[in-house]
């Protein structure tokens, strides 16, 4: 394990369901990140929290919610998604919002919308 | 804002041949290039990452060098080994401001 870990690994959800994405880091990292990994795209960045704020929010659905409640806790609320978001659900965490040391990341939710 | 572009997407070598991957940036203003592995159905993994004041770093088997004035870096990967066959991500950053990611390189190292 590199500390950042992700649960569940896999969900499928319907259109109508309300889910969340956990992630919880113990490298005792200071900023905490979203990020959707779809096919043969780059990395989209979702959400950016740094010491526990909202730093960042790349125009991202409001079907999607995120939650830092701690610096070692993001959530990822997800309600009345479509299909096109099924994709892979990255987290990852670096040890402040300059990340001088590049990002650890999670190993992702999968997830599909049916 | 930063645009990141990176060639090939795909790639096979044969086993023992070297492998190179380069992206390209647009902002002058960023000044760190880390690359990530990720194996398939595994987390990315940063392997090697160099800033802007050094021109090359190498690490075993793993370069990178990077071109300041043509605002380009690349990924050198000697004497491939199967293990090495993965999605290989580029990304730039300034420091403070968002990494932005390639759109990735599936190498294939064919036994």
């Known amino acids: 394990e590199t500390g950042v870990t992700q649960t569940p690994r896999h969900l499928v959800m319907g259109m109508t369901n309300k889910k969340s994405l956990k992630c919880e880091q113990h490298l005792g990292h200071n900023a905490m990140y979203w990020y959707k990994q779809s096919a043969k795209k780059p990395l989209e960045l979702m959400f950016v929290?740094?010491?526990?704020?909202?730093?960042e929010n790349n125009s991202v659905p409001s079907r999607f919610s995120p939650e830092c409640p701690n610096s070692s806790h993001l959530f990822l609320h997800l309600h009345t998604l479509q299909p096109e978001d099924s994709a892979l659900y990255l987290c990852?965490?670096?040890?402040?919002?300059?990340?001088?040391?590049?990002?650890?990341f999670g190993s992702g939710t999968r997830l599909t919308v049916v | 804002g930063e645009n990141v572009e990176q060639h090939p997407s795909t790639l096979s070598v044969q086993e023992g041949d070297s492998a190179v991957i380069k992206c390209t940036y647009s902002d002058s203003a960023s000044n760190y290039f880390p690359w990530y592995k990720q194996e398939l159905g595994k987390r990315p993994q940063l392997i090697i990452d160099?800033?802007?004041?050094?021109g090359e770093k190498k690490d075993q088997r793993i370069a990178v060098t990077l071109n300041k004035t043509a605002k380009h870096f690349s990924l050198h990967i000697t004497e491939t080994q199967p293990e090495d066959s993965a999605v290989y991500f580029c990304?730039?950053?300034?420091?403070?401001?968002?990494?932005?990611f390639g759109p990735g390189t599936r190498l294939s190292v064919l036994p």
């Open positions: 990304a730039a950053s300034n420091y403070g401001q968002n990494f932005v």
């Open positions: 929290y740094s010491l526990e704020e909202r730093v």
């Open positions: 160099i800033r802007s004041n050094v």
């Open positions: 990852a965490s670096s040890q402040s919002r300059q990340a001088i040391h590049g990002y650890t």
